[in-house]
Structure formats: structure tokens, C-alpha cells
């Protein structure tokens, strides 16, 4: 006899074509049925919680009164919850937001009770190849998906063993045709039998043992009530299989005792049975950008800041922090990070990023100033105090801001030294938007806000002080940056040619990139889901273009601003004739350090057309068969082009296999000898592309006006999602794109690009102390030093993933990754006397005591792998 394991359940999407508040009111009508059957029927032993804890959170919000009666319902095992907050994208999000999305969710099951040990995501686009490692780091050894396989992977089962490259496993049970085919089951006998015929075969084929899954649920389903006579139905239909109601976990017990299981390995990206959008990583470019750069914020900037600040006796306010990290969470569902929504709920995500981003900053603002504020003040009252976040000490230039009413000042370190600086702005501020108390006693005079660039040597986890010292004797002026034909820096000469692309010649390198940053502007006739280009496409680019240039250069920064404006079709219509009558403004600035061999490159584009894909050009003149960007934790190396390209239509794939991939960080392309990288903190999507596959093609952005559409070139057949009009996605008007390019001697992976990446991402940030605020804290108990490190990482190999405060107790959590290709040693210093270091799971569980050598420790680690210690100062 087959075991048919009838798993009752309901997906739910907070968001999607519906709004977050439509969705909860269908949820509490939803729940009180689900709750009285649980405790009033002993025959219905289980439902699933969707694998979340936002929907309990949802739902208690507005019936707070029945926690206890949930509390009691997952005590007794029958309502399964988490183990996730939200039903977390894998391919576009972050590794650390992943990992909190685990930690925060399984804090919130365990106010409960237990939670579900799997890593249930049954509609995410896609599987990371890093999730075995990170479902591990929580104890969890069962993962569960439906999108992404097919057989070139390895199997034709449904049951199989996942591995990460650095050794982690988890059995997999697919979901081969989705978790709905047990929705609304109907208990009309021809009609049953007529569905579930269709579904059979799939599942006897896939399956490694007698026993198989029929998952009861669909989105936003309330409990089918009658499903006890639908299971009596489905036993006289099939005579040779038991119908009961089950969990999933009882499905992974069965399956465990299979030991000749096959065993996959990288990430799913397939779309031949099911659809995984493989462009969805562009859509709604405003939302992915917001995203990236607040991931980026939190881990680089704030959470290692709160850190440096509570090792010197502040508090670490993580209630604080974790409503930062829930508020984007909320955002990170795949359909809300996928941005295949109604332009309703676009907005209500771009609200809580907004949210999430100024509470963000506001942190950030109130350590440094916690730590400033500290500095003593016995010398002077103006500082300005520099944090480097990174775990190394550097060479940095710095720019930053002074405001006072001081004509003229010194910048002073510690030991007197002066430290020279130039002047390249100056802004008049109204004193009362310093401290309004200023002008409440009947000081009008204004404040100058002065820019200023410098450069010195950061202390590695730590910061630095500057005293602001008066100098009566010279008042300040912005320095003259004359106009000049082209930047020199220590490593580059760059021109811009007259169409705004630029020219690289790599002193180093001895070698030299043309037509760089040249804009390719191309019909999208696809949805939300995926890019659809025209068959007989009309391709517009700068080539042609005559720009405005301004070039300038001053000690520490070449600096580049290109103007031009590039005439497009305004709509699928006028690209289908071939008419240019619309107007796309393009402004491009590029700053150039004299120290560093990477550019940064801001893109700011006023849009006023619908249905295209724009996209920047860097070329490498590097004939390429793989790229190589990076995932969670981790690098992977992906092919120029698919080899699934010459089957996917004979064997009627559900969507093309373009080689259009999602990156964290960065992208390069490279050979032995030196290569050439993208470095990102907005937009995450990339193409290899050139006839020899030398260019790396950056979506800037791409606009359509349909949540969902049929009969695509790409993708045939039905549409995704529904066929819904969002004229907001055809993103009128500007939008801004941050990435850097970098060179760099030897491969992607030797030279360690990931590393040049977090550089990138981790800016030195600073805090300008006055004796005015606006905003008033009683001083700190004690006095914070000049200068302070916190440690040193004197390896430089491995990559600093975050430096936070354990959730558990009093000790530091410091995460990092290796994602070169060979196993590493991370060493690590610490300036302050340690009590013990311990390694933990990514859920800061402890796993091993490690042994301290003088504050300093040493640990193997394999390509790709994250390793997360524990530090008690």
C-alpha cells in the first residue's frame, strides 16, 4: 500500500495583487476556523503555519487575546509554526538578512513552543547553492521547494540529498508540481479521480519510497472542512494507497530510511517544470536598489558600529535593531522582494524601506554621536571622529563634514599632528536646524557647512579623532578644480569619448578598456515576472550621442560628470516602428580615487518612456566561458550561456534558460592574469554578453506595465501571476543606479574580489561633535579614548560578514566567509583581553570551545564556507 500524507496547510503571501491589510483580514476569519478545529476535532491532528511567524505576528496584533490559545495548539504539536519570520527570497536578498530571517523567526516560535525543522520554502524563485549551509547553522537537516530542479541536475526524484561545497546536507522532499495540487478538493468521485489522475504519475515517478505527499492547502485557503470525506472518496478511487492526515516531518522520517538517496549539489535555477524568473531581479529597480543599500547599511555600518560602541561600555539596543531587520524582512517574501505586485503594494514596500532606512541612519547618527560625545573635550569642543568598520586598518580618503561658524580651523590628530585637508564645498545652514535654542535667544548668525577631503590611516575596527581648532589667522576657500581633458590617478588614465562612454588605460595592467559605460536601451514587452524583448528588436544606444563633460581633479578624487540625452520610443508601440519620440536624460558621475584601482560610478536617470530594459556596458576584452559573482557567503561560477539553450524548446521548458543571473556584491570576469569586476550597491542583475562574451552588462533598470502576461517570447503560455495593469512599473521618472568597476591582477577568486567588494561597501563614516544639538543627552559616566581598535583580522583572505552582539548572551558574534577557491586560515587580534572564544552555529548556538593564543585565534576555513565565533571580553 502507497501512504498518501494529506498535509494540511495555507501559503500565504502577506502581499501580493492584494494588500497586507486585505490579506490580514482574511487571516483572522481564517484562523478562528483553524483554531476551533484543532482543539475540537481529535481526528485533525495538524495544520501548517506557512513556515512563518509574520502571520502570527499579523495575527495577534489585532487578537492578542488568543496567544494562549495558539501557545497551547503548538505546545501539543498540532498548529506547526516557523521556522522562518517570512517566507524568504534566496537569490536576491543577502546572506546575513537570510540568516536573521531564521534567528528572528525562531525567537519568535520559541515564545510558543517548538517550531518546524525545515526549510520550508515552497514558491521562492529559485534555490541558493549556499541554503544547505545555511539551514545547517540552525539545525535544520530537511529542506522543502518546489522551483528550480529538473533531471540534468542529477535525479529524476523527488527525494534527494542537497550539498553545499563546503560539506553541508539536507534531504530534500520536492514539491514536483507545487504546494497546491491538494487545494479545494472536490468530493464529486469523477471529478477527484479526474485531478488526481493527473497528479499520480508525477508523484509515483518522483518518489524513493512508498510513501508520498498531497499538501492540502493553497494561497490564502481557509481550512477545507470536509476533507475527511474527500479522503474516504480518494480510498474507494485508489485502492492501492491510505489516505491520512499528516506533517510534513512524518513525510522526512520515511524518506531518512532510504539510504541509497542521489545526491545534488550548486543552486536550481531550471524553469523547465516550474517558472523561476529568471529576470525578476530588475523588476521595479527602485525597490531592488533600496533593498541592497539598507542590507548594506545595516551589516557594514550600523551593527558593527552599535558593536565598537557597546565594547566600550555603551548599550547595544537590539530591540532597536530588530525592528529595523523585521521591517525590511517583511519585504524580503518572494513575491515582495520580486516586486510582481499590484502598484499598491509597491508602495507600501517602498514605505516600510523608507522606514527601515531612516530608523537605519538615525542609529548610526546616535552611536557616533554616543562615542564622540565621550571623546573628552579639553582641548577643543569641535571634533570630527572617522569609524572604519572594517577589520583591518587602511589607508583611506576621506571626505566628510564640518559644520561651524569658524572663517578658519585646523584639523588636529591626537598627537598634535596637523592633518592637511581641502575644502571642495561650503553651504550656508540656518543655525536653527542645528539646535533651535540658538535662535530662541537671538543668535541669527548662520553656520557654514564645510566639505572636506583627507586622507589617513584608520585603526582597523575602531576610529579616530580630530580636534576643529580655530585658526583666526587664514580663513578657508574651496579649493579651484580647473577643468582638464583627463583624470590621472596612481593607477589609471581615463578619458570620456564624445558619446559618454570612457576610456581606461590600467598602468598597471598595461592595459587599456574602451567604450565603457556605453548604454544599451532595449524593448521589454514582458511583465513583472520576466524580460520579454521583441523579436525584431530595436536597440538604441549612446554610440552616436554627443555628451557634455566636465572633468576635474584635485589631490585625493578625479572627479567625472557626463551629461547627454538619448531619443528612445516612447512606448512597445513606437519601438515596434522603429520612432524615436520620447527623451531619456542620462547623467553619469564618476569618482575616481587617486589611491585605489577602482572607479565609483553613479548613474542618475530621468526616464520618461515605458517598455524597455536599460542596461551599462563594462568590457573586459577578456574572452569569457564562465563568470564568476558571488551568493550568500560565498562565490559561484555560472556559464556565458546555458547549455540547456538548445533543449529548452524541444523539450518544452517552462521558460527560457537566459543566462541572466543575480549577484550580492560583485561580478568580474577575468583570466590568469588580471581581471575586471562590478562592484554593486544597488542593482543586483547581470548578463555576459559581446561576441567573444568579454562585456558585462549591468541592468540599470527596466519598465513594463503588467504584473502579469501571457505568451511571451521567452516564456510561452499562461501568464505569471494575473494579468494586472501596473502603470507604476514603468518607473516615470528618475532613477538611481550605484556600482563600481575595479582591476584587479590575477582571477576573480585570487584576487579575492569579495574583499575588494565589502571595501567598497563599508565607506569610512564620520560624526562632526559641536557644542550644539538640537536633540539634548546627559554625558556619558566615562570617557572614550582618542583613538581605539577594537581588533585586527591579520589574514587577507577571508571577508567580515558582520560584527554584532550576540542575541544570547554578553559576548560579540564576529561572522566571516571565505569565497576564494582554496581552504584559509582567518586570523584575528584582539585589543582587548579576551575570556574565551567559542564558535557558534549561525544561530549563536555554541558548537566548539577554541583555544586563545595571547587574544588572538586561528581557524581553518573551507572554500565558501561562513564561520561565526563568539568573543566574551
Given at each position: 500500500m502507497k501512504k498518501?500524507?494529506?498535509?494540511?496547510?495555507?501559503?500565504?503571501?502577506?502581499?501580493?495583487?492584494?494588500?497586507?491589510?486585505?490579506?490580514?483580514?482574511?487571516l483572522v476569519n481564517n484562523m478562528e476556523e483553524i483554531l476551533e478545529m484543532l482543539e475540537t476535532n481529535e481526528n485533525y491532528p495538524y495544520f501548517v503555519m506557512d513556515g512563518q511567524t509574520a502571520i502570527i505576528e499579523d495575527y495577534l496584533e489585532v487578537k492578542p487575546e488568543n496567544k494562549e490559545r495558539l501557545r497551547k495548539l503548538v505546545q501539543a504539536g498540532k498548529l506547526i509554526i516557523g521556522p522562518w519570520y517570512t517566507q524568504t527570497d534566496e537569490m536576491i536578498v543577502a546572506g546575513e538578512s537570510i540568516v536573521r530571517n531564521l534567528l528572528y523567526g525562531?525567537?519568535?516560535?520559541?515564545?510558543?513552543?517548538?517550531y518546524m525543522k525545515i526549510g520550508y520554502l515552497p514558491d521562492s524563485f529559485g534555490q541558493s547553492a549556499q541554503m544547505p549551509q545555511i539551514l545547517n547553522g540552525f539545525d535544520i537537516k530537511h529542506s522543502m521547494f518546489w522551483r528550480g530542479t529538473s533531471e540534468r541536475h542529477g535525479t529524476d526524484k523527488t527525494e534527494f540529498n542537497w550539498v553545499s561545497d563546503e560539506g553541508s546536507k539536507v534531504?530534500?522532499?520536492?514539491?514536483?508540481?507545487?504546494?497546491?495540487?491538494?487545494?479545494?478538493?472536490?468530493?464529486?468521485?469523477?471529478?477527484?479521480?479526474?485531478?488526481?489522475?493527473?497528479?499520480?504519475?508525477?508523484?509515483?515517478?518522483?518518489?524513493?519510497?512508498?510513501?508520498?505527499?498531497?499538501?492540502?492547502?493553497h494561497d490564502q485557503m481557509p481550512i477545507q472542512k470536509d476533507i475527511f470525506e474527500v479522503m474516504e472518496k480518494l480510498k474507494e478511487i485508489y485502492t492501492d494507497s491510505d489516505f491520512f492526515l499528516s506533517k510534513f516531518e512524518n513525510v522526512f522520517e520515511e524518506i531518512e530510511k532510504n539510504k541509497e538517496l542521489d545526491t545534488l549539489q550548486g543552486e536550481f535555477l531550471d524553469g523547465k517544470y516550474m517558472r523561476v524568473h529568471r529576470s525578476i531581479y530588475s523588476t521595479r529597480m527602485d525597490i531592488k536598489t533600496a533593498n541592497a543599500r539598507i542590507e548594506?547599511?545595516?551589516?557594514?555600518?550600523?551593527?558593527?558600529?552599535?558593536?565598537?560602541?557597546?565594547?566600550?561600555?555603551?548599550d547595544y539596543h537590539h530591540g532597536l535593531i530588530e525592528k529595523i531587520w523585521k521591517e525590511i524582512m517583511k519585504n524580503h517574501a518572494h513575491d515582495s522582494i520580486g516586486s510582481c505586485c499590484s502598484d499598491k503594494v509597491h508602495k507600501e514596500i517602498m514605505g516600510r524601506f523608507f522606514l527601515a532606512e531612516d530608523k537605519t541612519d538615525r542609529l548610526i547618527d546616535f552611536y557616533m554621536r554616543k562615542i564622540a560625545d565621550a571623546v573628552s573635550c579639553e582641548v577643543a569642543l569641535d571634533k570630527l571622529v572617522a569609524y572604519n568598520l572594517l577589520p583591518y586598518n587602511r589607508e583611506q580618503i576621506i571626505q566628510a563634514e564640518i559644520i561651524t561658524k569658524m572663517k578658519g580651523f585646523k584639523l588636529i590628530d591626537e598627537n598634535n599632528n596637523e592633518v592637511k585637508f581641502e575644502v571642495v564645498k561650503t553651504e550656508v545652514v540656518d543655525a536653527g536646524l542645528i539646535d533651535r535654542q540658538i535662535v530662541h535667544y537671538g543668535d541669527y548668525d548662520p553656520f557654514v557647512k564645510y566639505t572636506v577631503e583627507f586622507k589617513d590611516n584608520m585603526p582597523a575596527v575602531g576610529y579616530?579623532?580630530?580636534?576643529?581648532?580655530?585658526?583666526?589667522?587664514?580663513e578657508l576657500k574651496v579649493v579651484e578644480m580647473n577643468n582638464i581633458n583627463q583624470i590621472e590617478t596612481e593607477f589609471y588614465i581615463i578619458n570620456v569619448n564624445e558619446n559618454g562612454t570612457i576610456k581606461v588605460q590600467d598602468k598597471k595592467l598595461g592595459k587599456t578598456f574602451e567604450n565603457v559605460l556605453l548604454i544599451e536601451d532595449g524593448a521589454d514587452d514582458g511583465d513583472e515576472y520576466d524580460f520579454s524583448p521583441l523579436l525584431d528588436d530595436y536597440i538604441v544606444t549612446n554610440e552616436n550621442v554627443k555628451a557634455d563633460v566636465t572633468m576635474t581633479q584635485n589631490e585625493f578624487f578625479g572627479n567625472i560628470d557626463i551629461n547627454y540625452s538619448l531619443n528612445i520610443p516612447k512606448d512597445i508601440e513606437s519601438r515596434k516602428k522603429k520612432i524615436c519620440d520620447s527623451v531619456m536624460n542620462v547623467k553619469i558621475s564618476l569618482r575616481i580615487p587617486m589611491n585605489k584601482a577602482s572607479m565609483e560610478v553613479n548613474f542618475n536617470i530621468n526616464n520618461q518612456s515605458g517598455d524597455h530594459r536599460v542596461r551599462a556596458y563594462v568590457p573586459t576584452a577578456i574572452k569569457s566561458?564562465?563568470?564568476?559573482?558571488?551568493?550568500?557567503?560565498?562565490?559561484?561560477?555560472?556559464?556565458?550561456?546555458?547549455?540547456?539553450?538548445?533543449?529548452?524548446?524541444?523539450?518544452?521548458?517552462?521558460?527560457?534558460?537566459?543566462?541572466?543571473?543575480?549577484m550580492m556584491s560583485f561580478v568580474g570576469l577575468s583570466d590568469e592574469e588580471h581581471g575586471v569586476a562590478v562592484l554593486t550597491n544597488s542593482t543586483r542583475e547581470f548578463e555576459i554578453v559581446g561576441n567573444d562574451f568579454d562585456t558585462i552588462a549591468i541592468t540599470l533598470f527596466r519598465t513594463i506595465g503588467f504584473l502579469g502576461r501571457e505568451e511571451m517570447l521567452r516564456r510561452p503560455g499562461r501568464p505569471s501571476g494575473i494579468k494586472l495593469p501596473t502603470p507604476d512599473s514603468q518607473m516615470?521618472?528618475?532613477?538611481?543606479?550605484?556600482?563600481?568597476?575595479?582591476?584587479?591582477?590575477?582571477s576573480t577568486l585570487k584576487a579575492n574580489v569579495a574583499r575588494i567588494a565589502k571595501e567598497y561597501l563599508t565607506p569610512v563614516v564620520t560624526y562632526n561633535k559641536m557644542p550644539y544639538n538640537a536633540m539634548k543627552l546627559n554625558p556619558a559616566a566615562f570617557n572614550t579614548p582618542y583613538e581605539y581598535s577594537l581588533f585586527t583580522q591579520n589574514d587577507e583572505e577571508t571577508v567580515l560578514s558582520v560584527l554584532k552582539k550576540s542575541e544570547k548572551d554578553s559576548g560579540i558574534i564576529v561572522r566571516y566567509y571565505n569565497a576564494t577557491e582554496d581552504e584559509k586560515l582567518a586570523e584575528f587580534s584582539f585589543n582587548k583581553k579576551v575570556n574565551k572564544i567559542s564558535e557558534t552555529n549561525l544561530n549563536e548556538k555554541i558548537v566548539e570551545e577554541l583555544v586563545i593564543d595571547d587574544s588572538q585565534i586561528e581557524i581553518k576555513i573551507k572554500k565558501n564556507q561562513v564561520k561565526t565565533i563568539l568573543v566574551q571580553l
Open positions: 498518501v500524507h494529506v498535509v494540511p496547510h495555507m501559503h500565504w503571501d502577506r502581499e501580493w495583487y492584494f494588500t497586507t491589510e486585505e490579506s490580514r483580514i482574511l525562531i525567537k519568535d516560535c520559541e515564545e510558543f513552543g517548538d534531504l530534500v522532499q520536492l514539491l514536483p508540481l507545487g504546494y497546491a495540487i491538494g487545494k479545494y478538493l472536490p468530493q464529486e468521485k469523477n471529478a477527484l479521480k479526474k485531478r488526481m489522475d493527473k497528479y499520480v504519475p508525477v508523484l509515483d515517478k518522483g518518489a524513493t519510497t512508498e510513501h508520498q505527499l498531497l499538501p492540502n492547502g548594506n547599511k545595516i551589516t557594514n555600518i550600523l551593527e558593527p558600529l552599535a558593536t565598537i560602541a557597546y565594547s566600550l561600555g555603551f579616530k579623532t580630530y580636534l576643529i581648532v580655530e585658526n583666526k589667522d587664514s566561458g564562465f563568470s564568476v559573482s558571488d551568493n550568500q557567503f560565498g562565490s559561484i561560477e555560472r556559464p556565458v550561456i546555458d547549455a540547456a539553450m538548445e533543449v529548452w524548446e524541444k523539450e518544452r521548458w517552462n521558460e527560457r534558460p537566459d543566462s541572466i543571473y543575480p516615470i521618472g528618475n532613477v538611481e543606479i550605484n556600482f563600481a568597476i575595479a582591476t584587479h591582477e590575477k
